[in-house]
Structure formats: structure tokens, C-alpha cells
T-cell receptor, first 118, second 112 residues
Framework: GAGVSQSPRYKVAKRGQDVALRCDPI?????LFWYQQALGQGPEFLTYFQNEAQLDKSGLPSDRFFAERPEGSVSTLKIQRTQQEDSAVYLCASSRRLAGGGNTGELFFGEGSRLTVL | GESVGLHLPTLSVQEGDNSIINCAYS??????FIWYKQESGKGPQFIIDIRSNMDKRQGQRVTVLLNKTVKHLSLQIAATQPGDSAVYFCAENMWPGNQFYFGTGTSLTVIP
């Protein structure tokens, strides 16, 4: 497709379960971002990739969160031992822009993966 | 209608009226700003951007104003339509950083 694709759209997990969320960015987009959006809040930065390199993971809330983009295209956000506070929408965005290359250009967001931890 | 994002997170306007959505950003060093529109169940969608060397930028039916002195950003929507109903976020960025920091958002409801 032409846009950013995320799967699954909805995920219900039991507390303590591991989950994996997938993001297919727009073809050719170098930059990929993960954001977490709690209900009624703005998106909060989690991590950033330029191609396969994870250049910034300062927003990951704990070591239970792990993201990868091994071939510089598809990315996976993994959450281990999920907790109730992990319930949120996880948004993936891609962009042509490069780190340090000027902050031109918009982020193209997917529709998100809504995670509910029971 | 007009809102201050942090104090009045909801804004209702009549169809055809102009809307003004406000945002107070946090970092005086931020030099690039984007307004996003988010409809229910969807990801944020780019509306318009502005750099810190400008104080006004116009798009189709939208205008963004930037006041760096008071760290304030506003989005003006002309002739608001029912399809404009959504939550609007301002996002700030500081070159060469890659993070965009989003505000809390303002919910706009257009009354037909």
C-alpha cells in the first residue's frame, strides 16, 4: 500500500504476556519512529531508526520495551511481560528526513496498534 | 471559536465559522513546528508546518501563527466544515534532533 501499515490493529494481552507490534513504513522512507499514545493524550516519542540503525531509544519507558528494524524497512516493537500501564495506542511513523539532515518534511503515521493489557 | 489547548481542551464551532486552536509549546529552542489532525481511530495527519524564522504561514483554509516571544502557536481554520471535527495537536522539533514533542491536543467539534 501507499501508507504506513501497522498490525495488529487491536491486541488484548494478559498481564505478563509478551507482545510484538509490526510496522511497514512507506517504501523508501529512511526514518522510522515509534510513538506511544495514551487515551486523551498526545503521542509520546519512544524510539527512532535511520535505516537499520536505532539512533535514539531515549523514550522507551523500560527495558521491557525493545524495537528493531533489521533490514531497514519493516520494524517490530516488542513489549515483554506486559503491564496494565502499557495499555495504549502504539503509533509508527515514517519520513524521508535524515537525522541531522534538516528537519524538513512531515511524519506519515500509521493507524496504530491499540494494546489493552488485562 | 477559540481555545487554549491546555485549559480548554474542547472547542465547538458552528459550520462556516472560523476556528482558532492554540498551543503553548515548551522549548524556546524549538525551531520547527507542525500541526497534526487526528480523527478517531486513525493516526495523526499532517496539516501545516512552520519554521521559527517565520511568524505566519498559510495553506488551504488554514493559517499557522507563531509567536516565539511567548512560545505560542495557533492554527486558524477558515470556514470550518464538519469534516474538520477531530483532535488537533501541535508538535515541536529542534534541529538536528529527530524527536517531535506533541502537545496534549484540542478536540474540535463542528456543529452542522
Amino acid at each position: 500500500g501507499a501508507g504506513v501499515s501497522q498490525s495488529p490493529r487491536y491486541k488484548v494481552a494478559k498481564r505478563g504476556q509478551d507482545v510484538a507490534l509490526r510496522c511497514d513504513p512507506i517504501s523508501g522512507h529512511v526514518s522510522l519512529f515509534w510513538y506511544q499514545q495514551a487515551l486523551g493524550q498526545g503521542p509520546e516519542f519512544l524510539t527512532y531508526f535511520q535505516n537499520e540503525a536505532q539512533l535514539d531509544k531515549s523514550g522507551l519507558p523500560s527495558d521491557r520495551f525493545f524495537a528493531e528494524r533489521p533490514e531497514g524497512s519493516v520494524s517490530t516493537l516488542k513489549i515483554q511481560r506486559t503491564q496494565q500501564e502499557d495499555s495504549a495506542v502504539y503509533l509508527c511513523a515514517s519520513s524521508r528526513r535524515l537525522a541531522g539532515g534538516g528537519n524538513t518534511g512531515e511524519l506519515f503515521f500509521g493507524e496504530g496498534s491499540r494494546l489493552t493489557v488485562l | 471559536g477559540e481555545s487554549v489547548g491546555l485549559h480548554l481542551p474542547t472547542l465547538s464551532v458552528q459550520e462556516g465559522d472560523n476556528s482558532i486552536i492554540n498551543c503553548a509549546y515548551s522549548n524556546s529552542a524549538s525551531d520547527y513546528f507542525i500541526w497534526y489532525k487526528q480523527e478517531s481511530g486513525k493516526g495523526p495527519q499532517f496539516i501545516i508546518d512552520i519554521r521559527s524564522n517565520m511568524d505566519k504561514r498559510q495553506g488551504q483554509r488554514v493559517t499557522v501563527l507563531l509567536n516565539k516571544t511567548v512560545k505560542h502557536l495557533s492554527l486558524q481554520i477558515a470556514a470550518t466544515q464538519p469534516g474538520d471535527s477531530a483532535v488537533y495537536f501541535c508538535a515541536e522539533n529542534m534541529w538536528p534532533g529527530n524527536q517531535f514533542y506533541f502537545g496534549t491536543g484540542t478536540s474540535l467539534t463542528v456543529i452542522p
